[in-house]
C-alpha cells in the first residue's frame, strides 16, 4: 500500500491535484485504493490517498459541492457511487463538501456488455458464431479506417484548393494586378474563414475517427479473449500498449496535427492581409 498526503488551499485546486496525482500513479500501475479525510485547514483540507499495487477495475473522480450534504441519489452523481465524503469548514461552519467517487472502469462496462453472461462459458457451437461475429466485426474496423482515410484525402485536397486559391490572388495583390485591391482582399479573408471551417470540421472527424476505431479495437481485444490465439491483443502489447512513445505514436494525435496547421497558416494570412490593410491606408 503506498500512501500520498496532499495539502489543498482551495476546492478547485484539490480537484486539479487529485487528477494529476491518480494520473501519475496509474502509470506506475496501480490503483486507488481509498481516500481518507486528514484534517481540515480553515477553509482547505488535508487529503490522503492510499494507492495499490494490484490492479483495480474502476474509475474514481473526485468532486466538491458547495453547501449541504448531497446524497448518492443525488443527479450529480448519476451512475457513480460514493466512496467517501469530506466536510470543508470554515471556523464551526460547513462551507461544502469533498465527494470521492467510484464505478467500474469502462473496460469492465465494456466487457459486461458485450458478454453479459460472463466469458468461459461458451460450447463449441457457441464458440463458432462468436468467431463468424468477431470476422464481421474486424470487417466493420477495416471499413471504418478506409473511410477515415478518404475523409483525410478529401480535406486534405479541399484546403490544398483553398491555399492555392489564396496565393493566386495574394500574388495578384502584391504586384498591383488587380483594380480594386479591396475586393480581392475580401476574397482572401472569404476563403480564409471557409478554409478555417473546413480544418475545424476535419479536426472534429479526426476525433470521431480516432474514438470510433478506438473502441473497436477494445471490444476487438475483448472477443479475443475467447478465442485460442489475441492477435490484435499481441499486437497491442508488441507496441508498448501506447505507453512508449518511442515505440509506438498514436495516428490520431498526428492526423490531428494536419488540421491544425492550415488553421494556423489561415490565421497567418488574415494577420499579413489585416496589416497589409493597416498600411496601404497610411
Not at 10 to 26: D, N, S
Not at 211 to 228: F, Y
Not at 238 to 257: C, D, H, I, N
Request: aromatic share 12%; net charge positive.
Amino acid at each position: 500500500m503506498i500512501a500520498i498526503k496532499k495539502f489543498y488551499c482551495y476546492p478547485a485546486h484539490a480537484v486539479r491535484v487529485f487528477e494529476r496525482v491518480t494520473k501519475q500513479q496509474v502509470a506506475l500501475g496501480r490503483s486507488l485504493h481509498s481516500l481518507t479525510k486528514g484534517f481540515i485547514l480553515g477553509s482547505g483540507a488535508s487529503l490522503r490517498f492510499e494507492f495499490s499495487e494490484s490492479p483495480e477495475t474502476a474509475e474514481y473522480d473526485l468532486t466538491y459541492f458547495y453547501g449541504r450534504r448531497r446524497e448518492e441519489s443525488d443527479a450529480a452523481f448519476h451512475g457513480w457511487h460514493v466512496v467517501s465524503m469530506l466536510p470543508m469548514k470554515c471556523s464551526w461552519i460547513t462551507a461544502g463538501h469533498f465527494y470521492l467517487l467510484k464505478r467500474e472502469s469502462a473496460k469492465a462496462r465494456v466487457e459486461a456488455a458485450l458478454l453479459p453472461n460472463g466469458t468461459g462459458s461458451f460450447d463449441d457451437k457457441q464458440r463458432a458464431v462468436l468467431f463468424e461475429q468477431y470476422k464481421l466485426f474486424v470487417d466493420t474496423v477495416e471499413s471504418a479506417s478506409a473511410r477515415r482515410q478518404t475523409n483525410n484525402n478529401f480535406f486534405l485536397s479541399a484546403n490544398g484548393f483553398v491555399l492555392a486559391a489564396i496565393g493566386l490572388v495574394a500574388k495578384k495583390l502584391v504586384a498591383k494586378e488587380l483594380q480594386d485591391s479591396r475586393y480581392a482582399a475580401f476574397i482572401i479573408v472569404a476563403a480564409c474563414i471557409l478554409g478555417l471551417v473546413l480544418s475545424l470540421t476535419w479536426y472534429r472527424l479526426c476525433r470521431y475517427y480516432g474514438q470510433l476505431i478506438g473502441s473497436k479495437s477494445r471490444v476487438t481485444h475483448i472477443l479475443e479473449k475467447n478465442l485460442p490465439a489475441q492477435l490484435f491483443r499481441a499486437e497491442w502489447v508488441a507496441l508498448g500498449e501506447g505507453k512508449e512513445p518511442k515505440r509506438y505514436q498514436s495516428f490520431s494525435q498526428v492526423e490531428a496535427g494536419m488540421p491544425k496547421a492550415f488553421a494556423v497558416c489561415y490565421a497567418m494570412v488574415i494577420v499579413a492581409i489585416a496589416v497589409y490593410a493597416l498600411s496601404a491606408l497610411r
